[in-house]
T-cell receptor, first 115, second 117 residues
Framework: AQTVTQSQPEMSVQEAETVTLSCTYD???????LFWYKQPPSRQMILVIR??????QNATENRFSVNFQKAAKSFSLKISDSQLGDTAMYFC????????????FGKGTKLSVKP | AAGVIQSPRHLIKEKRETATLKCYPI?????VYWYQQGPGQDPQFLIS???????DKGSIPDRFSAQQFSDYHSELNMSSLELGDSALYFC????????????????FGSGTRLTVV
């Protein structure tokens, strides 16, 4: 069975600074996808970034980038130039390739961006 | 762009009552997923449908059932409600399977907040 662990229940960062959220996972699968989802107070789950495990290059989406270490089963999210609108719950999620539904989430990290 | 539509947004029910939650996927999305997120918890997968057939099943109680209709919308039926069923229920949809070589992740709706009193 796959598990996803987010060891930081809460984090805070000053506006315009950089913050890194950590995520580790455990799986015996070799082909899978990893995601970071953002859940603001509006509660909508918004996809931030995704990574295919077979790709060595780290995914980047504007101010968001990941550090994917497959051997270490680590998938951290770096947010650069943090903005007040980044305040949200962030969930790391795993999906086995070929699976059609089962996103496995971590417990989440509550990020607060302070002015 | 059209998003995943869930209704109602909020629902209050008494114990032992029945609730029906609805989900309208993004047009041309043929797969629908249901997740349950308890207070302060991560979302837990309940069930999914592909082309109107159940495709995967997670931790869905026997008191719950779901189906996907010919227009691809889905309904989650919950009977004999318990206090512990109070949660945020998310629906998500995804692209057709033939395109799954490129996984964008799912698009989630805004959820239905169910409160059982």
């Amino acid at each position: 069975a796959q598990t996803v662990t987010q060891s930081q229940p809460e984090m805070s960062v000053q506006e315009a600074e950089t913050v890194t959220l950590s995520c580790t996972y455990d799986t015996s699968e070799s082909n899978y996808y990893l995601f970071w989802y953002k859940q603001p107070p509006s509660r909508q789950m918004i996809l931030v970034i995704r990574q295919e495990a077979y790709k060595q290059q780290n995914a980047t989406e504007n101010r968001f980038s990941v550090n994917f270490q497959k051997a270490a089963k680590s998938f951290s999210l770096k947010i650069s130039d943090s903005q007040l609108g980044d305040t949200a719950m962030y969930f790391c999620a795993f999906m086995k390739r070929g699976s059609q539904g089962n996103l496995i989430f971590g417990k989440g990290t509550k990020l607060s961006v302070k002015p | 762009a059209a998003g995943v539509i869930q209704s109602p947004r909020h629902l209050i029910k008494e114990k032992r009552e029945t609730a029906t939650l609805k989900c309208y996927p993004i047009p041309r999305h043929d797969t629908v997923y249901w997740y349950q997120q308890g207070p302060g918890q991560d979302p837990q997968f309940l069930i999914s449908f592909y082309e109107k057939m159940q495709s995967d099943k997670g931790s869905i109680p026997d008191r719950f059932s779901a189906q996907q209709f010919s227009d691809y919308h889905s309904e989650l039926n919950m009977s004999s409600l318990e206090l512990g069923d109070s949660a945020l229920y998310f629906c998500a949809s995804s692209f057709p399977r033939m395109l799954q070589g490129r996984v964008d992740g799912y698009t989630f709706g805004s959820g239905t907040r169910l409160t059982v009193v």
